[in-house]
């Protein structure tokens, strides 16, 4: 009977360790894109909005908001500033002059690819010791947990636009 109740303590144990090993990686992430930001000239999640350009290619501004979780009004002042930047562009559609695509600007982006090398580098090693159905599974981890994370941005910015609670008052003490 004790392995049974050992082995749900074990398995809490684990999915701690895992937690706080994903805190780390995610807050060391946050730390290592600043730093890029700072030397780029820009702000952190404009550097993040360009990493999502990079990765979805060229997009509209309704896009970009989808998949930043942020709002289209946001996203205008992101594509603004990286354009001011260089790191963007606006290019009209041929077929519809009235839609905007968002794109990069390769030569400029360049610039800040190259600080992210060896940090590629790095996890390139580390995951040539998995073997691929691994691989498969931390992809799996990866694409769950940025939809997780998608999720729980989108309820944190309805708590944003809730109205606020009434401060409770404690009994016995006056009104002003």
Known sequence: MKPSL???KARAALLGELEEAMRRSSAQGVLFGQAVANVAGISGSDLECLDFLNLEGRVTAGRLAEVTGLTTGAI????????????????RDEADRRKVFIVTVPENVARIGRFYVPMQTAMHKVWSGYSEAELQLLL????????AVL???EA???LI????EKPVRKPGRPRR
Do not use: I, Q, W
Not at 76 to 91: I, N, P, Q, S
Not at 140 to 147: H, M
Not at 161 to 164: G, H, K, M, R, T
């Open 6 to 8: 050992s082995r749900p």
């Open 151 to 153: 999720e729980a941005t």
């Open 140 to 147: 799996r981890f990866a694409t769950d947990g940025y939809k």
């Open 76 to 91: 205008t002042g992101v594509v603004d500033r990286l354009e001011k930047a260089g790191f963007v562009r606006r290019e």
């Open 156 to 158: 944190l910015k309805g």
């Open 161 to 164: 636009d809730a109205p606020a």
